[in-house]
């Protein structure tokens, strides 16, 4: 098994970001709040660690008039006209499906072999996003796994 390392410092990276940044590069925090996680119990991937709750006190949102800031993708022309990888709301309906999906929740970036200087690998969360590319010279595997294949562990469930 390889240690996992944290790829930034998460507390300091946490305590020092500003609404307008949570607002405009919000998988920042969710990187920090999860390396912190896991630094502190371990390379064992969870459900929730934080992010949540994090956002709410941070934004305030349990404040309806804090909750209106965040830009609504239902009141923009063109969705081009938000920026990319921001956060933002988005009113619709959600249609139930019957079963939860299933999605691949963590994998491990290491080297890719090309590097003269190895690093440790990092555990990345997929939980907020549509893709997820390596590092340069990096790559990414599976959670535990030497061959790439997901075992239950990588797993995550939605719904």
Not at 28 to 47: C, E, K, N, S, T
Not at 77 to 83: E, I, Q, R, T, Y
Request: aromatic content about 8%; proline content about 7%; hydrophobic content about 40%.
């Amino acid at each position: 098994p390889h240690r996992l390392a944290a790829h930034r410092p998460a507390r300091a990276m946490e305590a020092s970001m500003s609404r307008s940044q949570l607002l405009s590069a919000p998988l920042q925090a969710v990187d920090a709040l999860f390396d912190a996680w896991m630094a502190q119990h371990g390379p064992i991937p969870v459900r929730e660690w934080g992010e949540r709750e994090h956002f709410i006190k941070a934004l305030g949102l349990e404040d309806e008039q804090a909750f209106a800031q965040i830009p609504c993708l239902n009141d923009q022309a063109v969705a081009d006209s938000v920026a990319p990888f921001s956060l933002v709301r988005y009113r619709a309906m959600v249609q139930d499906i019957f079963e939860p999906e299933i999605f691949t929740a963590c994998f491990e970036e290491r080297d890719a072999g090309t590097t003269a200087a190895p690093k440790a690998p990092r555990l990345l969360n997929t939980k907020y996003r549509e893709i997820l590319e390596a590092a340069p010279g990096r790559e990414l595997r599976c959670l535990n796994s030497d061959d790439g294949e997901v075992t239950s562990d990588g797993f995550g469930q939605r719904g």
